[in-house]
């Protein structure tokens, strides 16, 4: 489907628009799905009928203006929430069903800004992504050790083991919190706004990690330029229907970034890779 | 922390061989650092019961216990042996179980409910047994069924249902556990203070202050029995979860999508330590800063980890508490002075003394 085909506000009655999502070739397969979801909160709808399919392995950015139910989503992809209508399944299994500890070990999630008071080293935080593995009692396996080495290598993290999280910058501590995701060895990663707070540097360094991970990922995004270098598939929500998606050269186009954000930009295809570059000219003109 | 030559050391120590022979030789200090806690414990015990007026070796002290185990001969005169077996024995060990649990339950609820405020008390439990206690002491409730304890008992757990259910309709949230157990916590103090003022002579009032702020005094074998009960069953089942209270590090939600059931483990969690306090606060009155402040100190020398955190808790809990008691009783011999009272005193600086020294490795 195409961005502007979705963009007209009165073709998403009740959700059918948004069932037809990236990778949906896979539907009634293997994996992590949302079916037609709902959530409301104090009597306003936050989530409106919205279906999605991570494509297994591939980045798939969330996309839309605050408040438009991004983090609902991923919170209800994670189990954390439970929503009021539709369903999530995991592997054709509606999330309930699926016990919290078996959910943590194909699912993880890196939140906007963890924190701790607790006096954790880098080496702690990682650890707790075992939790899941490990039972009541039992001593760290061979197998546990391994994944946490791994993970800490893997985010280039091997020679701060032993920092303490109270002296990590900003991208540090995301860097441990994918880290202590990894250590889940999860098939889905979910991360719900990763780069706040981060600068340019440690932006561009954690969204090539996090493409390089080759995990089925679903990543919320403010930064439209961001989501266009590294997400392989887009969807974009607002006021929690799904508005458009598919690659990022179908979904960032100039009218949808007009209708969705307000906001007058040209689309050029010019950024790394060919992919779609977008320069912001100023707030749309208000109808 | 030293971080330059640690971090180097680590990094040069990848080598799985490497990291296996440090987790042994980790494995081994561990054991050692256990072994001579528990030591230290045992010692402690062993030595506050020859302090006092009467005076005991801690030669006597041994033979006393051996000889009641069925191992060897008394050869103390009878009212020595009650001293010993009857009088400190029991009251150093309650001292220990009550330090011991208080502690456990204080790194517990904090831990559960994310705030460093936390202490067993937060839960309403001390207040409502103080109100128990004062009913069946003043008001003769329950009509002579009831004993002090059990009136305490029953007080505590009065207490703690209702600020479950407070808190429950409140939202359920840990914001909302402490703020119902502050509540609860007023309304039994103010309960207890009503019931003093209006019905107890001077006599009275006086033996409740004394319970009201914690005394051993009274210990006997069935305390005892019952507190070290209570601890075992509660240490276990704190010590099975300690794991998933790793888990709460990063707040709820970390908790919930590292798959910990939040709401039963809290459920579970709070039940126990409720219990356990409420058993101890029934035979010891109500021994404040121990559950507050202990966890604290126990977390400087293990780190936040729950494995060794909850054990050194317990331990330095209960050598803390046997030599406090130990003060309490002989300062101002023969007057004795309230637990709860010399905790705070020693308690506060000490506790100073620890965080001033924690505050350069944060």
Known sequence: MTGSETTDPNS??????????????????????????????????????????????????????????????????????????????????????????????????????????????????????RIPHRRAWAAATAADEEA????????????????????????????????????????????????????????LALLTLITELRITSVVALHDLNLAAMYCDRLVVLREGRVVACGSPHDVLTEALIADVYGVRATVTADGPDDRPHIRFLGAAPTP | MTAAPSASKTAASEAPSRGARAAAVGGLRRTLLWASGLALLCASVAVAITIGPADIAVGDVWSAVAAHLGWGRARLTPLRDGIVWNLRLPRTLLAAVCGAGLAVCGAVMQSLLRNPLADPFVLGVSSGASTGAVLVVVLGAGGGLLSVSGGAFLGALVSFALVLLLSHTLGGTTDRVVLAGVAAMQLFSALTSFVVMTAADAETTRGIMFWLLGS??????????????????ALTVCLGHARTLDAFAFGQDAALSLG????????????????????????????????????????????????????????????????????ARTVLDPQEVPVGVVTSLIGVPAFVAVLYRAKGTR
């Open chain 1, 148 to 203: 946490v080495r791994s993970a800490l290598a893997r985010t280039g993290l091997a020679d701060k083991t032993h920092r303490p999280w109270h002296s990590l910058s900003g991208g540090e501590r995301q860097r441990v919190q994918i880290a202590r995701a990894l250590a889940q060895e999860p098939r889905e990663l979910l991360l719900d706004e990763p780069t706040n707070h981060l600068d340019i540097q440690h932006q």
């Open chain 1, 12 to 129: 998403t009655s009740s959700g059918p628009t948004g069932s037809e999502t990236a990778g949906s070739e896979t539907a009634g397969s293997e994996g992590l799905r949302a079916d037609r979801v709902g959530r409301a909160a104090g009597g306003t709808l936050i989530l409106d009928g919205v279906s999605l399919t991570p494509r297994p392995g591939a980045v798939t950015g969330l996309l839309g203006p605050n408040g438009s139910g991004k983090s609902t989503l991923l919170r209800l992809l994670a189990g954390v929430l439970a929503p009021d209508s539709g369903v999530v399944t995991l592997d054709d299994r509606p999330l309930p069903r699926v016990s919290r500890r078996a959910v943590a070990r194909r699912i993880a999630v890196v939140e906007q800004q963890a924190d701790t008071r607790l006096a954790l080293s880098v080496h702690d935080v990682v650890r707790l992504g």
């Open chain 2, 260 to 327: 910990v059931s939040v709401a039963r483990t809290r459920l579970v969690l709070l039940c126990t330590t409720a219990l356990l306090t409420a058993a101890l606060v029934s035979s010891a009155g109500a021994i404040g800063f121990v559950g507050l402040v202990l966890p604290h100190a126990a977390r400087v020398l293990t780190g936040p980890g729950h494995t060794r955190l909850l054990p050194a808790t317990a331990l330095t809990g209960a050598v803390f508490l046997v030599w406090v008691d130990t003060l």
């Open chain 2, 216 to 233: 051993l005094s009274g210990a006997d074998w069935t305390d005892v029995t019952v507190g070290a009960a209570a601890l075992v069953v």
